[in-house]
């Protein structure tokens, strides 16, 4: 449908019957597109999270169940302050909402990198990143280390759509975005 609007706003012809002909060929992309979004995203989230959020071990812990506590604490910490949010303090000691580091890592690769879905071409993005969609990230970031908090380890490949829907919801209660 998109495509057909803008091809009526450019003033194109747009073949009678194109939309009816194709419609379950169009709901099946979009259907297809809208799956690997979110899994894109996850990848490029879960490649960020360890080093921005510093999610390793000390190197003071001995055995696995060691290494595994610690990270659940680093989790833990970061989802009870939200600091997973928030930039580095200012001369005040006042940090920014939704400017930490990964946020921007994460929005930076998978927004404007050169792949197929990149977004850079249209004009909500070109001169910052609309709320809702720093809001997708902050949620997948969310729920990422959701999952840090309850195994320890990097388990992203269970992150369902529930646990994203309970993200969205914890992000969304510690956060002013207007959404």
């Not at 495509?3 to 019957?17: K, L, P």
């Not at 894109?40 to 999270?49: G, M, N, Q, R």
């Not at 169940?65 to 009870?80: H, S």
Request: proline share 3%; glycine share 4%.
């Amino acid at each position: 449908m998109e495509v057909i609007a803008h091809f009526e706003a450019q003033g194109w012809e747009v073949e009678a019957g194109y939309y009816p002909t194709h419609k379950l060929d169009m709901c099946r992309l979009l259907f297809n597109d809208i799956l690997t979004f979110r899994s894109d995203l996850k990848k490029v989230a879960i490649k960020s999270l360890r080093a921005d959020y510093d999610l390793y071990p000390p190197t003071t812990a001995k055995t696995v169940e060691q290494r595994i506590a610690a990270v659940k604490k680093k989790a833990d910490d970061l989802l009870n302050t939200a600091r997973y949010l928030r930039g580095e303090p200012d001369s005040q000691g006042r940090a920014s909402n939704f400017a930490h580091r990964a946020l921007k890592n994460i929005c930076l690769a998978f927004y404007y990198s050169n792949s197929s879905k990149c977004l850079r071409q249209f004009t909500e993005f070109q001169e910052y990143v609309p709320y809702r969609a720093l809001a997708l990230v902050a949620t997948m970031v969310h729920a990422l280390l959701s999952s840090f908090r309850k195994h320890g380890i990097d388990n992203s490949a269970q992150v369902n759509s529930q646990d994203i829907d309970e993200a969205y919801t914890a992000v969304g209660r510690e956060s002013s975005l207007p959404w």
